[in-house]
């Protein structure tokens, strides 16, 4: 029996696993100063407990990222049938000194060992700080289009089944 959406034991879940540890990016949606939404594709890393950003100091996120902030998350696949991982959770931030050690994991596992050295190698010296962003999740949901569907089309089958 699939687990229960919402529940966190699905991050435990292969699939989360995979998307988790894929080359895809999250995209990060989050509630601007003016309380509008925002979405932005963003390479993380998984650390077992937090999805975890590096990012400029300056970059416009961190103008309306504040500790506790709730925000919502994405990893997807871009071919059918659609792997998906959806995230719930509360942002801490924090300023490190040079690249975190998130930022140049993300770097390694999207480019591979060699590029993602380089480019990390290429960074550091204009980025002396950086942003730190940790989401906790605190909802999880998995769809994956075979066995595990959108509440709506689930309950669509159900009625379709519950009247056949």
């Known amino acids: 029996m699939a687990m229960q959406q919402g529940s966190l034991d699905l991050l435990n879940d292969p699939l989360a696993q995979q998307l988790l540890t894929s080359t895809l990016p999250a995209r990060l949606a989050y509630t601007w100063t003016d309380g509008t939404p925002r979405v932005v594709p963003i390479w993380f890393h998984w650390n077992g407990s937090e999805v975890v950003f590096g990012s400029p100091l300056d970059a416009p ?10 925000v919502a998350l994405t990893i997807d696949g871009d071919t059918f049938p659609y792997k998906v991982l959806l995230i719930r959770g509360s942002v801490r931030t924090d300023i490190v000194e040079g690249l975190s050690p998130e930022y140049e994991a993300s770097a390694r596992r999207v480019f591979g060992e060699e590029q993602g050295g380089a480019w990390v190698e290429n960074l550091r010296p204009i980025a002396p700080q950086t942003a730190r962003i940790r989401v906790t999740p605190e909802w999880v949901g998995l769809i994956d ?5 959108p509440s709506a089309v689930e309950r669509a089958m159900e009625r379709a089944h519950a009247q056949a």
Request: proline share 0%; hydrophobic share 35%.
């Open 61 to 70: 996120k961190l103008q309306a990222l504040h500790d506790g902030d709730k």
């Open 145 to 149: 289009f075979e066995t595990r569907f």
